[in-house]
């Protein structure tokens, strides 16, 4: 499960944690352009698996130089399907992609305005305590609200309690009244920490101001001027996944008949919709790269709001800590993720300023997703690895590897 502060931690902390991390107010061009796409790179970068922590993988790479799908592994193990290039899968935090762009064509149209106070739209749901606190620093992460309560979403942070709790169902409205109790992570503005709550509140702001449901509004909004055919925000009721899909599985431990301690793989592809505006949304790795392209290319948002996809925060806001937007060495870097939600990275390419890319991860139990491109959009990625989360044990190889390809293929250094 992506966490926002608790105990399991998501695929954004694996591909951040090789990049380089810049500050910039407005987003400066990209230092070096991508190699060129490497095929065999990206084969390679798939080879020895599936294997005990993945369980399958799906990669596609589209943009000027072409495109390139590679899948590996199985989808059911029950029935021995294979991975295929069209499975559905839980994206997780990227989600949060998706109400952002909500809000910011809310704020295009002037139905919201990104430096009033939250309380302006939700006065029985925020307390007056976080007055300070504006619709724009939902987006940016900088709202210091408090991180939702890990004893209630994730228990002890083990794989058995999920598996155990993976349907129970909480209202996004309970989740922000029981967050809303706990100490505030900072004044506002001050601090940027990743935080599931501010896309709660985002998501809820919609419903309020729109007068309809946030998977209204996202249908209505994106997913059909796209043609997004597989991305839906489930109901609240809905553990399933539809159509073709890929199962998730964890690692937990349980003991057989004689009371002996054994690892086996829980399917958890049934799974609490709870995540909802932060976490809840099913799709495709071909709606995903759609979704980006078009969002980055403009094609979404006026140009008033389309610069702020790429406006990171002053250099007065201190990142909060070192499990995002790390620097090189693994420390608490500069902030990283923009009004428009986007996380922007450098990926080392044997140049001396490197990469540029942006985008975002999501993860769920079972899945470990994400999608980033070059800012002109001439090369995107989108990856999903059934990721069976063995405590102790890292997606961060699996992915570098994948993002790496990608991105810079045999000129890696």
Not at 222 to 249: E, F, K
Not at 321 to 331: E, F, L, V, Y
């Amino acid at each position: 499960m992506e966490t926002k502060t608790g105990k399991r931690r998501g695929a954004w902390t694996a591909v951040a944690a090789a990049m380089v991390t810049v500050v910039g107010m407005g987003g400066a061009a990209q230092a070096s352009a991508a190699s060129p796409l490497d095929r065999q790179a990206l084969r390679e970068s798939l080879e020895g698996l599936p294997e005990d922590d993945v369980t399958g993988a799906l990669v596609r790479v589209a943009g000027a130089d072409g495109h390139w799908w590679g899948t590996t592994g199985v989808a059911d193990r029950a029935t021995g399907e294979r991975v295929r290039a069209d499975a559905a899968f839980r994206i997780g935090g990227i989600s949060k992609l998706f109400t952002g762009t909500v809000v910011l064509q809310l704020a295009g149209e002037r139905q919201v305005d990104l430096v009033s106070p939250v309380r302006h739209y939700l006065p029985d749901l925020v307390p007056d305590t976080y007055d300070g606190v504006t619709v724009g620093m939902l987006l940016d992460h900088t709202s210091g609200f408090p991180a939702p309560p890990s004893a209630v979403l994730t228990g002890d942070g083990s794989n058995e309690w999920y598996a155990g709790h993976r349907r129970d169902h909480w209202a996004p409205e309970e989740i922000v009244r029981l967050s809303m109790k706990g100490q505030r992570l900072s004044d506002p503005g001050r601090r940027q920490q990743y935080n599931g709550v501010n896309s709660y509140v985002a998501g809820l702001l919609v419903e309020r101001v729109t007068g309809r449901s946030l998977a209204h509004e996202i249908r209505a909004r994106i997913v059909r001027p796209l043609g997004l055919g597989r991305t839906y925000l489930p109901a609240a009721d809905d553990t399933s996944l539809a159509g073709r899909h890929t199962h998730g599985y964890l690692q937990v431990t349980e003991k057989d008949s004689s009371g002996v301690p054994r690892t086996v793989l829980e399917d958890v592809t049934e799974q609490s919709p709870s995540p909802w505006a932060e976490g809840g949304m099913v799709s495709t790795a071909a709606d995903l790269d759609r979704f980006l392209d078009a969002l980055l290319a403009g094609r979404l948002l006026r140009p008033a709001q389309q610069e702020l996809l790429f406006r990171l925060p002053g250099r007065d806001v201190v990142n909060a800590d070192a499990n995002h937007c790390p620097d090189a060495q693994g420390r608490p870097g500069p902030a990283c993720y923009s009004k428009g939600g986007l996380m922007r990275a450098v990926l080392p390419d044997g140049t001396p300023d490197g990469l540029e890319i942006w985008g975002k991860t999501g993860s769920r139990p079972g899945y470990v997703n994400g999608l980033f491109a070059t800012r002109d959009r001439s090369r995107r990625l989108t990856y999903s690895f059934g990721w069976s989360g063995r405590p102790g044990k890292s997606e961060l190889p699996y992915v570098l590897r994948t993002t790496g390809a990608a991105f810079v293929g045999a000129a890696k250094p």
